[in-house]
């Protein structure tokens, strides 16, 4: 029951450490043996054992009624889940999330009116992966949803397992976020990634991230998929590397040629049903399978739900304060371009961080996944030499894209 683990153990290796460096290099790059040993890792139902079965390394849970549970049962279930996103495979499929498939069938109808409705409206973003136009995509079906039919979306977001799921690996106060995905026949696989956080950043960025927040990031997201349509093979169930959450450098690595070739060469994809779900890690080597069906398309709701924690303690209004200083900080700017100085003031006084966005509005750039943010905004207007005036329209102008 015990195996013994490979040098991985992200969190606790790396934080117990002395001496290491700050930055993961990728020069040399991080072992790939060690990566291989990471992933060669099984999985046992000795391990867990509330799983109905183990299939290619992934604990495949059947749920029971949520009201017919005890709490001892749901806690041991949330244990179980925690373990296998931390330490385990790092994902988890759950039969039967959603037993009532006559309602995944009504809020498909929803989805599709949405997508309609934007496509006539013609001021979305496509895919990140396929680009624009290819597959359908609905950035923050959530608000979406609930807007269009507020009765499915309350059926369906008042799922208690969602909660429970949830709160395994994030514990109280979670933020749900969901974006749909619908990827026709003939769409290509995506290439194998992680997720948000570091995920949707250039390499480069993420570069500038410690090992240890590195590391860390993966607790502050949940990731999940309900799947509105049967996924048989064929359609291209999400392919998955388990246990390769583990890998600290991960986040580093995944974008390397070998370390690509390896996920191609070992990934494990399961069929799914109508309603079930599957939940994991964000750190987990991932990505989206072909659709090898010549006329279905595969529709998922991805849930994408954060900790509490990835908020500030007190609220800051960049607006009131770069009005008061722009005429000093702009003859700083003059005198010295972008010195350290003007940088740290931007970087202390506006939102560096483009999350939480409207990615209809202000969608992911091509060159590095991340959309602009409040200080990119701020930067430019004194690279224009915006007038006072100037930059607050600016600000205000990107408030409203990124707001609802
Ligand atoms: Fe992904």
Redesign the pocket.
């Known amino acids: 029951m015990n195996q013994q683990r490979p040098d991985n153990a992200a969190a606790d290796s790396l934080l117990s450490e002395h001496g290491g460096m700050r930055r993961f290099s990728l020069s040399p790059s991080p072992s790939l043996d060690a990566f291989r040993a990471i992933c060669s890792q099984k999985a046992t139902s000795e391990q867990y054992p509330l799983a109905a079965c183990i299939k290619d390394n992934v604990p495949i849970y059947s749920l029971a009624p949520f009201s017919s549970t005890t709490s001892d049962q749901r806690s041991a279930l949330q244990d179980e889940w925690y373990r296998v996103l931390l330490h385990g495979p790092g994902v988890f499929v759950t039969q039967g999330l959603y037993p009532d498939t006559e309602l995944i069938d009504r809020v498909n109808r929803v989805f599709y009116v949405i997508i309609q409705k934007e496509k006539q409206a013609a001021t979305t973003h496509g895919d990140h992966f396929a680009g624009a136009g290819k597959n359908d995509r609905i950035w923050n079906s959530f608000s979406k949803h609930g807007l269009e039919d507020p009765a499915s979306f309350l059926r369906y977001y008042s799922n208690p397992y969602i909660g429970l799921i949830s709160s395994a690996w994030l514990g109280p106060g979670y933020r749900v976020t969901a974006q749909v995905n619908n990827v026709k026949p003939g769409a290509m696989a ?1 290439v194998c ?1 992680r ?1 948000y956080h570091l ?1 949707f950043m250039s390499a480069e960025r993420c570069s500038e991230f410690p090992r240890a927040m590195q590391v860390a990031s993966q607790c502050l997201t949940l ?1 999940g998929a309900v799947a509105h349509v049967d996924v048989p093979l064929e359609i291209g169930p999400t392919r998955l590397l388990p246990f390769s959450q583990t890998f600290s450098a991960g986040y580093m690595t995944y974008r390397l040629p070998e370390f690509n070739d390896f996920f191609i060469e070992n990934y494990v994809a399961l069929p799914l049903e109508k309603g079930d779900g599957l939940f994991f890690n964000p750190a987990l080597f ?3 399978g072909m659709n090898q069906s010549g006329d279905i398309n595969r529709l998922a709701n991805l849930l994408q739900i954060s900790s509490a924690f990835g908020k500030p303690m007190e609220s800051i209004d960049a607006r009131p304060l770069v009005e008061g200083c722009w005429e000093v900080l702009q003859r700083v700017y003059k005198e010295n371009g972008f010195s350290d100085e003007v940088r740290a003031f931007v970087a202390a006084v506006a939102e560096g961080y483009p999350f939480p966005t409207n990615l209809d509005r202000n969608p992911p750039r091509a060159d590095d996944m991340a959309p602009v943010s409040e200080q990119d905004v701020i930067l430019k207007c004194l690279l224009t030499s915006e007038s006072k005036n100037g930059v607050l329209e600016a600000l205000d102008r990107y408030r409203r894209a990124t707001q609802l």
């Open positions: 995506q990634h997720d995920g990731q991932h990505a989206a």
